[in-house]
């Protein structure tokens, strides 16, 4: 489980809320908020202090993810969708992560299956989402959920708070259009592993 959640959920079950976490640490409320969506990660002191306070432990401590660039990073699954995809584990160097400004604690894998966007991503390709990337940047690819489906498309910003739904396979799936509001996206594709 990431810091974020761990933190999160060690938080609520201690019944404490960021402010008064905040005040028994010593830390604003700002930034336990920013801790918990994982925009930040805390220093190697700072966690060991909330840690104790909150009684809990990390499956991966701090010092480990900082102190080496050459150390392999496991990226965790995708849970929540089907089993194809939750069932899957991507390993990545900590300094690709660093190279692209990626946070480790926003990041989590899929698989891909289907051939929708072929080529660019194909049928059992591991790639990699950053979930803190939900606004849609013109020409970027996403995954979401539409009702029960999880897809993967290249998405595009319409008016009227419309969005485009780009395959790169249109040949054979052509562009579709729906409601911004009727898909919820869980984040950007921002890496892909897999033969070609």
Known sequence: MKFANQLKAARLAAGLSQKELAQKTNITPSLISRYELGKITPRLETVNKIMKILNFQ??????????????????????????????????????????????????????????????????????????????????????FNQGELFRIKILQNLPNQQIRMKSYNNYEYPDETAALSDI????QIVYKAGFL
């Open 58 to 143: 990390q499956t991966v401590t701090t010092s480990q993810i900082n102190s080496n660039d050459d150390a392999f990073i496991n990226i965790p699954p995708l849970v929540n969708q089907s089993s194809t995809l939750w069932n899957t584990q991507l390993s990545i160097l900590k300094a690709e992560l660093n190279l692209h400004n990626l946070q480790i604690d926003n990041l989590v894998c899929a698989t891909m299956s289907g051939n929708s966007m072929q080529n660019l991503l194909n049928d059992g390709d591991k790639f990699i989402i950053d979930i803190s990337k939900k606004n849609p940047v013109d020409g970027n690819i996403y995954a």
């Open 184 to 187: 919820e996206i869980i984040g």
